[in-house]
Structures are given as C-alpha cells and as structure tokens.
C-alpha cells in the first residue's frame, strides 16, 4: 500500500515525541556554531524549481563553512566538475538543506535555510587556502538548526574502521566511469583524476 497523505503517514508512525518536536532553532546558538566549527564535512540539499532534488558533498579543513552570524552562512566553493548542479538549482530555487559531519562523533547538525550565490574577494577571502581565493560561495541565511540523533550512524557504524573496505577490491574511479562512459580509456582517466586530486583542490 502506498502512503499518499499526511493522514496515512501520522497513522502509521504517530507523532513525535516533544523533545524532537521542539528542539528546531530559528538561529544557531553556539553548540550549533561549535559543531560547524568543527566539521569538515557536510552535504548540501538543493531542488530545482519543478521539484528535481540533488544532493552534493561538500568538504575541507574543520570550519571551512564559515559562521558569519547566528544566522548566516557562508559555504565557499572550491573547483570541481563545473556542473554547478546545486548552483543552477539555486537560482531557480533558493531553498537548501546542509547537514554536517564530525568524523568520530555520530550525532549530526541539520541547517535549512535560503542561500545566494556570491562573489568578491571582500567576502571569500577568509576561506582562501593556499593564497587561492574561491572563485564564489554560497550565502545561506538559516531558517532552521537543530541537532539530529545518532542512530543512523550507530547503525552503519559509520565511522568504525574495522568496516572499512580495502579500496584495492572496488574499481577505481576511472575504471568506472570508462565502463559507464563509451570512448573513455579506464587508465588514462584514472590518471588525470588523481592529477587533479594532488594539483586542482583549490
């Protein structure tokens, strides 16, 4: 049977409890500034304006999300593929979602809000590295904070290395993308992507 309204869904899971309930902030108070702080890793949630949903990893040193105020953002975007999916959906649509990482710790922080895409030296050059300014960042002005519990990542085990896998028994990156991708030579692409992971992070 397929869930279709608001209705089914409360029926079948109830409501929830007042603690979850109510623990969404307006504003980040300062856990929620410490745990940004401290992450260097978080995913950014975009949707375009017919609905199409992309979500992007976005990573680097703890803190690269820079903490502006209690309710603004700034998200600095280093080079990639320049597919810019999560960019385009913004322009159409400046809702986002983030949710950040701590490696070793298994609660996580969710940020709703509406981000802008901006530029200047002004403003990005805090988040240099290397003496390389981005080339724009992402603005987000936050609607929602609120902490998220552990239990997804106690059930993955997320950060245990005792389930890593041996990277050597999966295809490498090229290799994959040949076998998806006609005309692309496995070796030759495997090679400019780890040249690009020592020379082009920033």
Not at 95 to 109: A, C, Q, S
Not at 116 to 125: E, H, N, P, Q
Not at 158 to 186: C, H, K, N, V
């Amino acid at each position: 049977m397929a869930i279709t309204d608001l209705s089914q869904l409360r029926a079948l899971y109830g409501e929830p409890i007042k603690r979850a309930r109510d623990k969404v902030l307006s504003r980040l108070d300062r856990h929620c500034r410490d745990f940004i702080a401290i992450s260097p890793f978080c995913v950014l949630s975009t949707a375009s304006a017919d609905g199409r949903a992309d979500a992007s990893p976005r990573g680097d040193g703890p803190g690269f999300v820079a903490v502006l105020d209690d309710s603004t953002l700034l998200l600095p975007d280093r080079p990639g593929n320049k597919r810019v999916d999560s960019m385009q959906n913004i322009l159409e649509n400046p809702h986002v979602g983030l949710l950040f990482f701590v490696p070793g710790m298994n609660e996580t922080l969710r940020v709703n809000g509406r981000a802008r895409i901006v530029t200047g030296d002004d403003l990005l050059k805090t988040s240099a590295v290397n003496g390389k300014i981005p080339r724009s960042g992402l603005l987000v002005e936050v609607e929602e904070a609120f902490l998220h519990c552990a239990k997804a990542l106690i059930r993955s085990k997320l950060w245990d290395p005792a389930i890593q896998i041996d990277r050597s028994t999966f295809p490498a990156y090229g290799r994959m993308l040949a076998d998806q991708m006609e005309g692309l030579d496995g070796e030759e692409t495997e090679r400019s992507v780890q040249e690009g992971y020592r020379n082009r992070l920033y």
